[in-house]
């Protein structure tokens, strides 16, 4: 595996409420740049890591009971954000929305270090099967649903298909939002990984967003929407799409179906798995949006709803999640009412996972910029691995 978290059930649980609940973000600072594929708000001041309080595990009081650490460094569990006790079993489903039983090794909070080096897996050992990867393109003209923010546009799609899929079999499969940036990596892990049976025969479906970025462009309002107007399109556009062009039959089931994205991008795999549960239930999330972005009417703080009362006020859904987040990530001195800071957005994001019994895995990534590229590199096979555990 390409990722050895150091410890499991890392992340202390009172830490994340003491962070969350401060005016302003962590005081330690490094310098930031922007990541490939970087949202809105510029990556700067890096913050701390969660301070000082240790939580309580499902299973019974860990740490020092809640007592807060001293003069702001860890609590009791320890001297990195990683080294707390480990936290009980998942317990009951939530109106059956995620499985009872016992977590996994890798579920969870924890921390990797810089400097990061890419995964074994990017280069597929010689004799490894190879998949066809597929260039074809989608007019905004082809669905009423994005016909154009800023007017007419085509954007550039790709299509995996791995070399042991058998026409007219059901395929499970990801959409991969931001495409270009996993064009070679994604067919290359899945050639990897597929061909040594530790992830399914699956097909990987690359799609760029439309024009621009940020709030009032095209990309903002298809990936920072907070509704179920992105997965409609793929469902009504993009499946039948490639099912036309190369031959492939979709899976039906949800365990079968999941999304990858950074930062905005993430937000609409979120989003897709939030709104229909009943179609997808994988979501892989680098540098998520979930800050006040997509402003609308129904949601006035944007996908900041999704940490700040969305998940932790609804019943938990079938919903199996990978994040990460860095420390040095967009927004990194803005404070947290600003809904502007992905660090804290993403704590946020995986406390609320965590009280409401999702499987789930954080890694807060020292060292990092926002989407990293080189953290993507060097988690990606190891987060596929995790998100498709179990499927048959």
């Known amino acids: 595996m390409s990722m050895a978290p150091s410890r499991r059930g890392g992340w202390l649980v009172g830490g994340f409420a003491l962070l969350v609940a401060c005016s302003s973000p962590p005081t330690r600072s490094a ?43 860890l609590g009791a569990a320890g001297a990195t954000p990683d080294a707390g006790p480990e936290g009980g079993a998942a317990g009951a489903a939530p109106d059956g929305g995620v499985d009872a039983g016992p977590k996994d090794p890798l579920e969870g909070d924890f921390t990797i270090n810089a400097p990061f080096a890419d995964a074994p897996e990017l280069t597929p050992p010689a004799g490894t099967p190879r998949g066809t990867t597929t260039h074809f393109t989608i007019a905004s003209s082809e669905s009423p649903i994005f016909p154009g923010v800023t007017g007419a546009y085509t954007r550039d799609c790709w299509v995996y298909v791995p070399s042991q899929y058998v026409k007219g079999t059901p395929a499970p499969f990801m959409t991969v939002q931001d495409g270009r940036d996993y064009m070679t990596k994604l067919p290359a892990v899945l050639d990897t990984m597929i061909a040594a049976k530790r992830v399914p025969v699956m097909v990987g479906i690359m799609c760029m967003a439309g024009p621009g970025d940020g709030p009032g462009s095209e990309r903002g309002f298809e990936y920072d929407t907070v509704s179920d107007a992105f997965v409609r399109w793929i469902e009504s556009t993009v499946l039948p799409k490639v099912t036309k062009l190369v031959g492939v039959t979709f899976t039906t089931d949800p365990d079968g179906r999941g999304s990858i994205g950074g930062s905005s991008g993430a937000t609409a795999a979120f989003s897709m798995a939030w709104f229909r549960p009943d179609l997808y239930h994988k979501v892989l999330s680098y540098s998520g949006s979930f800050t006040a972005l997509g402003i609308t009417t129904d949601y006035p703080t944007g996908a900041w709803a999704y940490p700040d009362h969305l998940v932790a006020q609804t019943p938990a859904k079938p919903i199996r999640m990978w994040m990460e987040v860095g420390d040095m990530d967009a927004g990194a001195t803005n404070t947290e009412a600003s809904m502007k800071n992905w660090q804290i957005a993403n704590m946020k994001m995986a406390a609320a996972l965590k009280a409401q019994g999702y499987h789930y895995h954080f890694d807060f990534a020292k060292g990092a910029v926002h989407n990293d590229p080189k953290v993507v590199n060097q988690t990606l096979p190891a987060a596929l691995e995790w998100l498709w555990a179990g499927y048959k």
């Open 31 to 73: 310098g930031g740049g922007a990541g490939a594929s970087g949202q809105a708000g510029n990556p700067g001041a890096a913050g701390a890591p969660p301070t000082g309080v240790a939580g309580a595990g499902a299973a019974g009081a860990v740490g020092a009971a809640g007592n807060p650490g001293v003069a702001g460094a």
